[in-house]
């Protein structure tokens, strides 16, 4: 009996060593198993953290971008605003020109602008008081003195009132207004006024 209790002993023992060796090595198996997901883990917080800081600082450099157009958006409406009222500076210094020297620069203006003498010119009802009535006989003399017809007649036009003039002949008209003018020379002129201004 003694040899079968050894037996016994021996079987148990070796189930016992089979046991803890299985435990062993599923204890082993468990802790490489937490090891790899605690790796992925950190692997995957890393790269979701990575994700996300690569948009805050997409968002922040397109935060900034957009903010950076807006601001020369809005430095150059001023711009433009100020060329603007530049121009409209020179208007207002076109009108309160000396009664003299606007009628100067109008006559000088009407002469070159005529083709025939016989054209009508069209004032604003400011103009036409402010040049007298002696203007229209002066350019007339003028024109005929250059061989020309000296036949201009005048049209008031109560709904203008820009200084200046518009030349009427056959339904055909050549709008010289300051406002008018100003727009023809103003792209040409615009470049300039912007180098003086900034």
Do not use: H, W
Request: include cysteine; charge should be negative; aromatic fraction near 4%.
């Amino acid at each position: 009996m003694n040899g079968l209790n050894r037996i016994k002993e021996r079987i148990l023992e070796d189930a016992r060593m089979e046991a803890r060796s299985k435990i062993a090595d599923a204890e082993k198996r468990a802790e490489e198993i937490k090891k790899a997901a605690e790796a992925r883990a950190s692997e995957a917080a890393a790269r979701i953290r990575a994700e996300y800081e690569a948009r805050a600082q997409d968002t922040s450099r397109r935060m900034v971008s957009a903010a950076q157009l807006d601001m020369r958006k809005k430095v150059l409406a001023v711009k433009q605003d100020m060329i603007d009222k530049a121009f409209q500076a020179c208007l207002e210094a076109l009108g309160s020109m000396p009664d003299e020297e606007y009628r100067t620069m109008l006559e000088d203006m009407l002469i070159k602008a005529v083709e025939t003498g016989d054209e009508e010119m069209v004032l604003s009802q400011g103009d036409a008081a402010r040049l007298g009535d002696d203007f229209l006989a002066d350019v007339n003399a003028r024109l005929a003195a250059m061989g020309k017809k000296g036949g201009l007649k005048l049209a008031v036009d109560p709904g203008l009132t820009a200084g200046g003039f518009i030349l009427r002949k056959g339904g055909v008209e050549t709008n010289s207004t300051f406002p008018a003018l100003l727009r023809l020379i103003r792209e040409e002129l615009e470049p300039r006024v912007a180098e003086i201004l900034f």
